[in-house]
């Protein structure tokens, strides 16, 4: 069964460092999603891709969040710096269309630790 | 925007019994209802979803109900089993938007 590739599964990093997460969508789809899940609550979208266009980013903090799908496929999340309150689970999900009923396909997500 | 509310936060079942989730929702465009189901240390995994002309889907034990005019919808576990103790998020999304929206999830516990 294809899956959403995330890496890496767990990072621990200190406040002000700088820190990346990595996705690489199911093959083929060409919507892919950043999302943040904070413990206890559920998944909240930061960015949208559609190949490489960035179709959403209004709930990205893009003071200190960035976010690149440079050729449509694989996409990297990026925290610079980093802060207490980042400390998260962070989920790239992937769609076949761009329309959002026809459900996601979630990877397995980073746990970013914030110290 | 879309807005989902989700209950109850945390729910005890014995092993067995039957589970209940419900879900409202807020905006009466919305079209697409999915349930994920998320184990620890995984990400979310779609479980079954219901589009807004269908009143009721099952799959084995999971069944989904919407009620489009009361805007809720609902997840029912029947002769539920340990592997169903779980994080069961319900979300809606609306014609040509490309966001689901979550509900911020049921903590599922089946009791032996």
């Known amino acids: 069964e294809a899956e959403v590739a995330q890496s890496p599964r767990y990072k621990i990093t200190e406040k002000s460092q700088a820190v990346a997460f990595w996705c690489d969508p199911i093959?083929?789809?060409?919507?892919l999603y950043w999302y943040r899940q904070i413990l206890g609550q559920g998944p909240e979208l930061l960015v949208q891709?559609?190949?490489?266009?960035?179709?959403?980013d209004s709930q990205l903090p893009k003071d200190r969040f960035s976010a690149e799908r440079l050729k449509g496929v694989d996409s990297t999340l990026k925290i610079q710096p980093a802060e207490l309150g980042d400390s998260a689970m962070y989920l790239c999900?992937?769609?076949?269309?761009?329309?959002?009923?026809?459900?996601?396909?979630f990877g397995s997500g980073t746990r970013l630790t914030v110290v | 925007g879309e807005n989902v509310e989700q209950h109850p936060s945390t729910l005890s079942v014995q092993e067995g019994d039957s589970a209940v989730i419900k879900c409202t929702y807020s905006?009466?465009?919305?079209?697409?209802f999915p349930w994920y189901k998320q184990e620890l240390g995984k990400g979310p995994q779609l479980i079954i979803d219901?589009?807004?002309?269908?009143g009721e889907k099952k799959d084995q034990r999971i069944a989904v109900t919407l009620n489009k005019t009361a805007k809720h919808f609902s997840l029912h576990i029947t002769e539920t089993q340990p592997e169903d103790s779980a994080v069961y998020f319900c979300?809606?999304?609306?014609?040509?938007?490309?966001?689901?929206?979550f509900g911020k999830g049921t903590r599922l516990h089946i009791l032996p």
């Open positions: 999900a992937s769609s076949l269309l761009s329309s959002g009923d026809y459900g996601y396909t």
């Open positions: 093959s083929g789809h060409a919507t």
């Open positions: 891709f559609q190949d490489e266009s960035v179709v959403d």
């Open positions: 905006d009466s465009a919305s079209n697409y």
């Open positions: 219901i589009r807004s002309n269908v």
């Open positions: 979300a809606a999304t609306s014609p040509g938007d490309d966001k689901i929206i």
